[in-house]
């Protein structure tokens, strides 16, 4: 297994990690538990190292389905969560947002006992608290790593000056924020830019763009009623259409590789530096074999500009998020 360096100085890991959020939330047509717990088994078997969870997938059960994947192979991990965002359990469309010291030495206690470990690798601040200044945040943050029970901080999209400010309280391990070929604001805000100014690494999610840039979903028809995607902008109506025919557009330079469109749109990612790390989302285990696979492709800068050329940074039809879900970016 390839592996890359999340940050200057920082922790080496699987230079593609595995999103478990789908196994528990947000993407329907979920199977068992034990389905996802061999998905896990067999992405450690393959080397891979970066688990990606957090409190609020579920909420709370996907953290506590990948504290049982991981009893007994905690040594092959690199552990990842977050905590921030507080689901209404009578209401799953309304969220609170929770950046408070007192809040985040109660989450990181509740993630731990989910999570079954004595340590957390990376815990990330799910989205910035507007109404608690980052500085209180991540000092907070930073008492957790004092005592032991979080070795790396991150944060997930923050800005970059709020990632500047954080930085100057305590070393930011990575940032994690939506990057893909549809999703390219870490580009255009500065975010990333400012990552490599800082020596904090950046780990991209949602690099298949939730699916869609791998082809294969052609209606939100076939989505459960509960999926989330039913009310993502970029898959309703025209702007649906839209964007799959930039995808259909990739799939022929992808056909020229031999490889799926979801494996282009990963080199994509990869290939734009040595310091993002993808995190792709999945159920099954062929995917993720798929998907592991595709840090064996090397695209040419013909290529590169070619994909460019059909997914400038402005190209998807559709916010990335519901309103209430862009309100809750810190920009
Ligand atoms: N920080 C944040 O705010 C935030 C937000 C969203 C996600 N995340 C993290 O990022 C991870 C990944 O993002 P994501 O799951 O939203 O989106 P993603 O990785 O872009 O896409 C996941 C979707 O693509 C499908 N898929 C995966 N591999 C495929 C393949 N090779 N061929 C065809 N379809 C494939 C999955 O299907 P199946 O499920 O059927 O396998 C799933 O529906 C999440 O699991 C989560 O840990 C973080």
């Given at each position: 297994m390839k592996t890359r360096t999340l940050g200057l100085g920082g922790p080496t890991v699987s230079a593609i990690g595995l999103g478990c959020m789908g196994m528990s939330a947000f993407y329907g047509g979920r199977g068992s538990d034990a389905e996802s717990i061999a998905v896990i088994h067999h992405a450690l078997d393959q080397g891979l190292t970066l688990l990606d969870t957090a409190d609020m997938y579920g909420p709370h059960t996907n953290e506590d389905l990948v504290g049982r994947a991981i009893d007994g192979r905690r040594d092959d991990v690199f552990l990842a969560t977050k905590f921030g965002i507080k689901l209404d359990p009578n209401d799953p469309q309304v969220r609170g947002i929770d950046g408070r010291p007192e809040y985040v030495a109660a989450a990181c206690e509740a993630s731990l006992k989910r999570l079954r470990v004595e340590t957390i690798d990376l815990y990330y601040q799910h989205r910035v608290d507007p109404q608690v200044p980052i500085e209180d945040t991540v000092g907070a943050m930073a008492r957790l790593v004092e005592q032991g029970k979080v070795r790396h901080l991150g944060l997930s999209e923050a800005s970059a000056d709020t990632l500047r400010r954080a930085c100057a309280v305590h070393p930011i391990t990575a940032l994690q924020s939506e990057y893909s070929l549809w999703s390219r604001e870490p580009e255009t805000t500065g975010t990333l830019a400012a990552c490599r100014e800082l020596g904090v690494g950046f780990v991209a999610y949602s690099p298949l763009g939730r699916g869609f840039l791998t082809g294969?979903?052609?209606?939100?028809?076939?989505?459960?009623?509960?999926?989330y995607r039913r009310h993502a902008p970029r898959f309703q109506g025209e702007n649906f259409d839209r964007n799959l025919a930039l995808v259909e557009q990739v799939q022929a330079i992808a056909q020229d590789y031999g490889v799926t469109p979801g494996q282009l749109a990963l080199a994509w990612v990869l290939g734009q530096g040595e310091d993002i790390v993808p995190i792709p989302g999945t159920k099954r285990i062929g995917y993720l074999d798929e998907n592991i696979a595709a840090l064996d492709i090397h695209l040419t800068e013909d290529d590169r500009a070619r994909i460019d050329a059909i997914f400038p940074p402005d190209a998807a039809a559709g916010t990335r998020y519901p309103a209430a879900g862009m309100s809750a970016l810190n920009r």
């Open positions: 294969t979903i052609r209606t939100v028809e076939d989505f459960d009623a509960d999926d």
